[in-house]
């Protein structure tokens, strides 16, 4: 783990405390790492907005995905804002906070495939999915008959559908607009069939994850969520990188 980013001070004359975030770096629009070593994107600006509602100072990490839980339960870092979703699963090892996004889960493929998404469709077919992600958990939940290959980022799972190396991919939409859609192969590729539905794999929204037992820490950060939706800051922050409003129902 690196931290790529100088100390954030927001308001620091009357900062109570620092808080480390981690984030992946590795999930464009949502966090990714900049030229200059900072990092950026949708959850590192709302997690700064946070910051400012609860004038704390905020430093921020960038760490490989599948390191995020065991780093935070380690103490390297104090917060998770990774567009890391709500989960069952999740919740037995880290608390959350109140969902701040929530964009349903899609398959893709190139146009034209006849594929379906159903798992007698993809019977036998290869699908790509980034490891440790709820569309994972979702692939080894119900297409036991498709061979599912994992990857360390959702964007090398959609390298390997543009080599022709997967047949399909699984990720979340905003994931698939922006990293493979909007890319220069974009146009020879669609989304496939409606959003999958599954509370127990597909969760219940984007939270920040912090460390269980930390209750106070939690209830300021809902505090400022609701703060930052209700005075136009997450519209702002919405409006930069998507033309919808992300919160969801």
């Not at 760490?63 to 998770?80: R, T």
């Not at 469709?121 to 061979?147: D, H």
Request: some cysteine; charged content about 25%; hydrophobic content about 35%.
């Amino acid at each position: 783990m690196v931290v790529l980013a100088a100390t954030v001070s927001l308001n620091p004359a009357s900062a109570e405390e620092k808080l480390r975030i981690a984030t992946e770096g590795a999930y464009p629009p949502f966090n990714q790492l900049e030229p200059d070593g900072t990092l950026s994107g949708f959850d590192v600006d709302i997690a700064k907005a946070i910051c400012a509602d609860m004038k704390v100072t905020c430093e921020f990490m960038k760490q490989d995905w599948d390191g995020l839980i065991p780093g935070l339960l380690a103490k390297k870092f104090d917060l998770i804002a990774a567009s890391m979703t709500i989960t069952a699963d999740r919740k037995k090892k880290v608390d959350f906070t109140e969902k701040y996004y929530q964009t349903p889960s899609q398959f893709s493929a190139r146009k034209g495939s006849g594929l379906g998404v159903d798992p007698e469709s993809l019977k036998g077919k290869t699908i790509g999915v980034q490891r440790g992600t709820i569309q994972a958990c979702y692939l080894e939940k119900f297409y036991s008959g498709s061979s599912v290959k994992v990857y360390p980022s959702q964007l090398e799972a959609f390298n390997d559908l543009v080599a022709g190396r997967v047949d399909v991919v699984f990720s979340d939409r905003v994931g698939a607009q922006e990293q493979l859609l909007k890319g220069p192969d974009g146009a020879n590729y669609e989304l496939l069939g409606p959003a999958q539905k599954d509370p127990g794999c597909l969760g219940e929204g984007v939270g920040i994850a912090l460390r269980k037992n930390s209750d106070d820490l939690r209830t300021k950060i809902n505090t400022a969520i609701q703060h930052i939706r209700a005075d136009g800051t997450y519209a702002k922050i919405n409006a930069k990188y998507f033309a919808f409003d992300l919160y969801g129902d």
